[in-house]
T-cell receptor
Framework: GENVEQHPSTLSVQEGDSAVIKCTYS??????FPWYKQELGKRPQLIIDIRSNVGEKKDQRIAVTLNKTAKHFSLHITETQPEDSAVYFCAVLGYSGAGSYQLTFGKGTKLSVIP | DTEVTQTPKHLVMGMTNKKSLKCEQH?????MYWYKQKAKKPPELMFVYSYEKLSINESVPSRFSPECPNSSLLNLHLHALQPEDSALYLC?????????????FGPGTRLTVT
């Protein structure tokens, strides 16, 4: 099955600085890579995703880059704000057989933005 | 509208009880999922329904029994649970389960087994 590694597990940044979270995966056939933000006590919220035919995607202060050759993708948050503090999960969509796909999640990164 | 709803929000049950969790979406999605999430861990997939048929069962104990009455509803029936089953149970849906589609999560049911 798919193996997803996420680093770092915790990240503290000063407000206004940038934050970068990186994930690696094992299955070269995987082709969809979403990022979820989960605030304490709330649901995982899809914040950005990228498909394998694209190398980079940006949405205001967040961006995701994908390197299919190296099998890694990264989340970039610029001009961080205290409300960016949360746990961020990367995920990889892989084929699980019988015509079905499933997400495999990284272990999460707890981001703290210090005012 | 990308909303998935779940009831109840909180549930406390004894090990001999029978209870059910409910999930609903009205986005026309044809794939629905149950995940279990322990504190400080990522969601773990339990079941996938695609076009109201169970397509993935991740070796979940039989004390958890999923049901998909129609394309908008997903239930998880609970019976004879153990304290270690205490967790946040998340439902999700996507347009289909057979391709690359975004998954949207419901708010979850926080389950405590006493």
């Amino acid at each position: 099955g798919e193996n997803v590694e996420q680093h770092p597990s915790t990240l503290s940044v000063q407000e206004g600085d940038s934050a970068v979270i990186k994930c690696t995966y094992s299955d070269s056939a995987s082709n969809y890579f979403p990022w979820y933000k989960q605030e304490l006590g709330k649901r995982p919220q899809l914040i950005i995703d990228i498909r394998s035919n694209v190398g980079e995607k940006k949405d205001q202060r967040i961006a995701v880059t994908l390197n299919k050759t190296a099998k890694h993708f990264s989340l970039h948050i610029t001009e961080t704000q205290p409300e960016d503090s949360a746990v961020y999960f990367c995920a990889v969509l892989g084929y699980s057989g019988a015509g079905s796909y499933q997400l495999t999640f990284g272990k999460g990164t707890k981001l703290s933005v210090i005012p | 509208d990308t909303e998935v709803t779940q009831t109840p929000k909180h549930l406390v049950m004894g090990m001999t009880n029978k209870k059910s969790l409910k999930c609903e979406q009205h986005m026309g999605h044809r794939a629905m999922y149950w995940y279990k999430q322990k504190a400080k861990k990522p969601p773990e997939l339990m079941f996938v329904y695609s076009y109201e048929k169970l397509s993935i069962n991740e070796s979940v104990p039989s004390r958890f029994s999923p049901e998909c009455p129609n394309s908008s509803l997903l239930n998880l029936h609970l019976h004879a649970l153990q304290p270690e089953d205490s967790a946040l149970y998340l439902c999700a849906s996507s347009q289909e389960g057979t391709g690359i589609y975004e998954q949207y999560f419901g708010p979850g049911t926080r389950l405590t087994v006493t």
